[in-house]
């Protein structure tokens, strides 16, 4: 089946503490990307990417990190995560065929205290 | 830059009721246009998308045309069922680099 996961669903965690969200998609996309969805706001973008070793930052880069070795892959790092990081987090991939439409991870929401 | 302006909500509609969700866009170029719904606790999925002017996606019973006199690309669907209550996200990609733009969502309560 063709999917986005991303893990963990839930995660609670102290300021400060380094934590990475998982992403892997088995589509062979090339381009990969991660959304932070808050209440009023919609999804804003964090950081995409359009192929391995190729990383940009979106709209609200600020606090995040991410890495492409691999094309499946693509992690989120927060190396010190604050309270305004709380969120609910996805990942999305699709071709670099901007016709074609995003295929999300089921999302990971993130309790900074 | 790009912008994408949804109508507020939520939408309440009775079972069997007409949808309309309107959407406006601002974007350089020739945008491909979409629409995703989000049911609760899940992540976003594609519902229909058009790529050129005149196009008309459709999906599940909904449609959209792409507009581009206008800059629109309102979401219908003839019937609203109850299965259909959902939060609903207006999109545009376009520029060199693809970038996606979203809506800020339109929340849609259907009451049998």
């Known amino acids: 089946e063709a999917q986005v996961t991303q893990n963990p669903r839930y995660l609670i965690t102290v300021t400060g503490k380094k934590l990475t969200v998982t992403c892997s998609q088995n589509?062979?996309?090339?381009?990969m990307s991660w959304y932070r969805q808050d209440p009023g706001l919609g999804l804003r973008q964090i950081y995409y990417?359009?192929?391995?070793?190729?990383?940009d930052k979106g709209d609200v880069p600020e606090g995040y990190k991410v890495s492409r070795k691999e094309k499946r892959n693509f992690p989120l790092i927060l190396e010190s995560p604050s309270p305004n990081q709380t969120s609910l987090y996805f990942c999305?991939?699709?071709?670099?065929?901007?016709?074609?439409?995003?295929?999300f991870g089921s999302g990971t929401r993130l309790t900074v205290v | 830059g790009n912008s994408v302006t949804q109508m507020e909500g939520p939408v309440t509609l009775s079972e069997e009721a007409f949808l309309t969700i309107n959407c406006t866009y601002t974007?350089?170029?020739?945008?491909?246009l979409f629409w995703y719904v989000q049911y609760p606790g899940e992540g976003l999925q594609l519902l229909l998308k058009?790529?050129?002017?005149?196009d008309k996606g459709s999906n599940k019973g909904f449609e959209a045309t792409y507009r581009k006199e206008t800059t629109s690309f309102h979401l219908e669907k003839g019937s609203v069922q109850v299965s259909d209550s959902a939060v609903y996200f207006c999109a545009l990609s376009s520029g060199g680099y693809q970038k996606v733009t979203f809506g800020t969502g339109t929340k849609l309560q259907v009451i049998p």
């Open positions: 589509m062979n996309h090339e381009y």
């Open positions: 058009a790529t050129k002017a005149d």
């Open positions: 990417s359009m192929n391995v070793e190729v990383t």
């Open positions: 974007a350089t170029g020739y945008p491909s």
């Open positions: 999305a991939s699709r071709s670099n065929d901007r016709t074609y439409g995003y295929t």
